[in-house]
């Protein structure tokens, strides 16, 4: 089986369960992944424990103790961390001291669940369990004391003790409390539409001088950008159906222009995958009219009615606009824009071609925030590259593109977790 990182995380909960195959004939059974973030906790904890009057399992002979560690996760289950060695024979056994890193144990969280079972070695391998006993790092780390004896719950009373613990600590890392709430919910999915300039000035789409020409021997920028960015994000998209518009082109049959046109069909903008998208975009070439202008506000406005909908955190919507030239009903588009920050939602511009994009930089708004009648946007939400700095000189079409889908998702999340932190307030 096959899977990327970016499927397992954008599965529900951050876990993906997928059928094992590669034996003709036979069922070779389940994989589950679970994706959790890594903290950037660097301490290290050394313990060592031993336990007290343990049940007695072996018919001719005292039990063959040992103890495996648990680490909680975030969806309420539990993966092995540790397994200490068998004390052979021994009711009251003292194991080894063990080193253990402490994100390995509770990913850096101090009061997050450890589990820890006894078990009675067996050498077929069916082990008898002897009993269970919960605690977290923060109460492991105060050493020998009488709070780190528990008791091993199952039908007769043991008990395990820390005679030994040893730690060194690194600086803290300070995470805030959104971000908190939403690595735990585990619930944001995120929503990518694609919309793509169909204006004039791209040129005749059958003329090699055309941004939209379809080379049989590589792709255009407008498909370069498309395939490089969707196929990134669409592995964080669950459903991964893309609503793909076009704007500044005149329609079949009566020619009516529009700003915000399905690619695939009027009553289902819906695209499978990004190959999905680029089959309706070069569907669209063949149908309609490249005219004119190059308005942005009416797809935003599009995007922004469904963001609207689902302002609860459960879902973000991130456009894609593929654009060759200057944006002709700015002061519109920047009113989209304000409206639009205080909504689950950002906005990716790609520019192609060798127009000149410096009215694309005041959308920008890393440097001074977008602002309309006298209103500023109250995130930025926007960012905005032009396609020929990340043209690899050599004509490598997948390096250009990796390039470009590096620059263009850096600000995703950043993004995500403003929407979050605004909600909070």
């Known amino acids: ?5 970016g499927e397992i995380i954008g599965s529900a909960g951050s876990r993906l369960e997928r059928t094992l195959s590669g034996i003709p ?9 679970s994706a959790e973030e890594l903290s950037n906790c660097r301490d290290i904890a050394t313990m060592q424990l031993c336990a007290n009057k343990l049940d007695k399992k072996d018919f001719f002979g005292k039990s063959d103790p040992f103890l495996v560690f648990y680490r909680s996760n975030e969806d309420g289950t539990f993966t092995i961390c540790h397994k200490t060695e068998v004390i052979k024979n021994n009711l009251n056994p003292v194991w080894q001291p063990f080193t253990i890193p402490v994100r390995a144990l509770c990913n850096g969280d101090y009061d997050r669940t450890v589990k820890v079972d006894v078990y009675d070695w067996d050498r077929d391998g069916s082990h008898d369990f002897i009993g269970e006993f919960t605690t977290s790092y923060r109460e492991l780390s105060r050493g020998q004391s009488q709070f780190n004896v528990y008791e091993v719950k199952y039908k007769n009373s043991n008990l395990i003790s820390i005679i030994k613990k040893e730690y060194t600590v690194s600086p803290k890392l300070y995470f805030p409390e959104c971000v908190k709430d ?29 941004l939209h020409y379809m080379s049989p021997y590589q792709m255009n920028a407008y498909a370069m950008a498309l395939k490089a960015v969707g196929e990134i994000i669409q592995d964080y998209d669950s459903d991964k159906l893309f609503p793909a518009y076009g704007f500044g082109a005149k329609l079949p049959p009566d020619g009516k222009i529009s700003h915000a046109f399905p690619l695939r069909n009027v009553k289902n903008p819906n695209c499978v995958g990004i190959d999905g998208v680029l089959e309706a975009y070069f569907q669209s070439l063949r149908t309609v009219q490249l005219y004119g202008p190059t308005n942005f506000a009416p797809v935003i406005n599009q995007v922004a009615r469904c963001a609207a909908e689902v302002t609860d955190g459960s879902q973000y919507f991130v456009l894609l606009m593929i654009t060759d030239g200057v944006i002709s009903d700015m002061a519109q588009t920047k009113e989209s824009v304000v409206n639009a920050a205080s909504l689950p939602m950002s906005i990716i511009i790609v520019g192609v071609g060798p127009a000149e994009f410096d009215a694309m930089e005041e959308l920008d708004g890393d440097e001074v925030r977008v602002s309309s009648r006298g209103r500023f946007a109250e995130r930025d939400i926007v960012q905005f590259v032009p396609f020929r700095d990340y043209i690899d000189r050599s004509g490598n079409q997948v390096l ?4 470009l889908a590096k620059d263009v998702l850096a600000e995703i999340p950043d993004q995500l977790l403003s929407f979050h932190e605004k909600s909070r307030d």
Do not use: E, H, Y
């Open 182 to 210: 939403i690595k735990n919910s585990a619930v944001t999915q995120l929503n990518f539409t694609v919309a793509i300039d169909f204006t004039a000035s791209n040129g005749n789409p059958s003329q090699p001088t055309s």
């Open 25 to 33: 004939g036979k069922k070779c059974g389940t994989i589950i992944f």
């Open 1 to 5: 089986m096959f899977c990327t990182l």
């Open 400 to 403: 250009s593109m990796a390039r």
